[in-house]
């Protein structure tokens, strides 16, 4: 049988995001809402596809959400995100939330899903965006 929580290690860069759940974000039982750790991931993976398009952005999918641990009221938690594929006018962006007990230093991967989005100008029409550095244009 294999351990439902292995030992993982989060990401070595720092996180986008870092912020303690609150009981405003929290079902009757302090389990966090997963919208609200959704608009977590959102916010962090809107975070670099902004600062990778050098402008305004927009969410167009989500991808392969998946829930793997409750996160409760206190808990630090942590996003991370990663530009990880561009189009001519899309980026994709793989993104992690980790919680942390606020009395502990073990961190737990509580969620994963992968974000589109499309870079937009002043009218809301999409434009083009850069390649990711290193990449075959």
């Not at 609200?36 to 392969?64: K, N, P």
């Not at 808990?75 to 919680?99: C, H, K, P, Q």
């Amino acid at each position: 049988m294999t351990d439902p929580n292995p030992v993982q290690t989060p990401p070595e860069r720092a996180p986008t995001i870092r912020v303690i759940a609150m009981p405003a974000d929290a079902n009757p039982y302090g389990d966090i809402f997963g919208g609200w750790l959704m608009s977590q991931m959102d916010l962090a993976a809107g975070s670099i596809a902004s600062r990778h398009s050098h402008g305004r952005a927009v969410t167009i999918a989500v991808e392969a959400m998946q829930f793997h641990l409750p996160v409760a009221v206190g808990d630090e938690v942590s996003v991370y995100a990663e530009l990880v594929r561009t189009g001519r006018t899309s980026m994709t962006i793989e993104v992690e939330a980790w919680r942390r007990h606020r009395h502990e230093e073990m961190m737990h991967k509580v969620t994963e899903a992968r974000f589109t989005f499309v870079a937009i100008d002043e009218h809301r029409r999409s434009r083009p965006v850069a390649p990711i550095e290193g990449s075959p244009a």
